[in-house]
């Protein structure tokens, strides 16, 4: 058995023996939930904490042992989803297969296609071939010139940042939640803030804007680790096998059309006319 195969086999029995030991206790904590006496429950509760650190910490272990078992590769996908849940990510952006998506025509090929330099250079409207639309579209910060920055929608990008926050203040402020800020959504704004006065000062305008922002609505329960690795395992949470790479060929499928009269083979629509592929996840 080679160093990488003796790695991964370690990692996974402990993925087995955290995801059954997680399903085991929550059994327990059902069946005990009725029976448990008022004075044990603190005791139950601290004893419940110590077995989810523990808990963490073989998951966190296991992570890395998978991670190094691939000695500075990128690990496969599902490599990835697993190695995020064991650390107890929240399946949010850049976790696991949750990334920027690859570009087939990145910064480098616009810069050079434009005669730039792609570690310093900046592209002006007159070294821009295409329209007046599409440079404007692609100078995200509308500093009259495209940069690598413009190319950078990771969460380590400043201006991905600050544009998740605008979102989320339109959404406080847009009170009808249809998308459309409206002048009198504005007034009231300003009513509230304002209290009385003809004015909002820094702390009003502060206060009112982020006020309940960061509250979590609904509940913030997430699928224990358990069921997570579970879901991976069968397929529910994505799949163990490995997607397409870009620019390999889309795997070809029959499939019924929704009315069931038809059937579609995607390599007799490839050739004749564009064929575009949405895949989407819906719960």
């Excluded at 790695?7 to 327990?28: C, D, K, P, Y």
């Excluded at 991670?67 to 696991?96: F, K, T």
């Excluded at 339109?170 to 002048?183: I, M, P, S, V, Y």
């Amino acid at each position: 058995m080679t160093k990488r195969k003796a790695m991964i086999s370690s990692a996974f029995g402990v993925v087995l023996f955290l995801a059954s030991a997680n399903a085991q206790e929550a059994q327990r904590k059902v069946e005990k939930a009725s029976a448990t006496p008022p004075s044990t429950a603190t005791k139950k509760d601290a004893s419940s904490r110590d077995m989810k650190s523990r808990d963490d910490a073989k998951g966190a272990a296991a992570a890395a042992l998978l991670e190094s078992a691939y000695e500075g590769e990128d690990p496969p996908e599902a490599v990835r989803m697993l190695s995020a849940v064991l650390r107890g990510s929240r399946m949010g952006a850049g976790d696991g297969w949750f990334g920027p998506a690859e570009n087939r025509y990145p910064w480098k090929w616009l810069a050079s296609h434009c005669g730039v330099d792609p570690a310093r250079g900046r592209i002006q409207r007159d070294r821009f071939r295409g329209t007046d639309a599409l440079f404007a579209r692609l100078d995200r910060d509308k500093d009259g010139a495209i940069t690598s920055e413009d190319f950078d929608w990771s969460d380590r990008s400043p201006y991905v940042q600050m544009a998740r926050m605008v979102d989320r203040l339109f959404g406080k402020l847009n009170a009808e939640r249809d998308g459309h800020l409206t002048k009198e959504e504005l007034l009231q704004f300003f009513d509230k803030a304002a209290q009385g006065k003809n004015y909002v000062t820094p702390d009003d305008f502060r206060d009112n804007l982020l006020g309940g922002l960061f509250s979590r609505s609904g509940s913030s329960e997430m699928p224990t680790q358990a069921v997570l690795i579970r879901g991976l395992f069968s397929g529910e949470l994505g799949s163990l096998k490995e997607g397409p790479m870009l620019n390999d060929p889309a795997p070809d499928f029959t499939l019924k059309t929704s009315d069931g009269k038809d059937t579609i083979h995607l390599a007799k629509r490839i050739g004749p006319k564009p064929v575009v592929l949405v895949f989407g996840s819906f719960t």
